[in-house]
């Protein structure tokens, strides 16, 4: 089992940048499957990013493609969101996940408690 702690979020304008980090705790955080959430009033939860245990394989959505980066750092047991060109329409809570399972897709088996980024205009 791993348990997983965002941290990052915050208010930002138009344009900016954030970068979210996930630090996971428990045994082999190199073997999950690692995925970015978001949430915003109203809406489904869906999937931002994901990326493979070596990191060798990435998934973004087509929202975020060319803003949007997922790194992770296994020595530190911590994955990455790199937000660039933020706008109103990103704003929501978004949550850590993580995987075992083979797939980059849902589901996933663990998640964190949020941290809620806000882009103003």
């Known amino acids: 089992q791993v348990q997983l702690v965002e941290s990052g979020g915050g208010l930002v304008q138009a344009g900016g940048s954030l970068r979210l980090s996930c630090a996971a705790s428990?045994?082999?955080?190199?073997?999950?499957?690692m995925g970015w959430f978001r949430q915003a009033p109203g809406k489904e939860r869906e999937l931002v990013a994901a990326i493979s245990w070596r990191g060798g394989s990435t998934y973004y959505a087509d929202s975020v493609k060319g803003r949007f980066t997922i790194s992770r750092d296994n020595a530190k047991n911590t994955v990455y969101l790199r937000m660039n060109s933020l706008n109103p329409e990103d704003t929501a809570v978004y949550y850590c996940?993580?995987?075992?399972?083979?797939?980059?897709?849902?589901?996933?088996?663990?998640w964190g408690q949020g941290t809620q980024v806000t882009v103003s205009s």
């Open positions: 996940a993580a995987k075992r399972a083979a797939g980059l897709l849902r589901p996933y088996d663990y």
């Open positions: 428990g045994r082999s955080f190199s073997s999950y499957t």
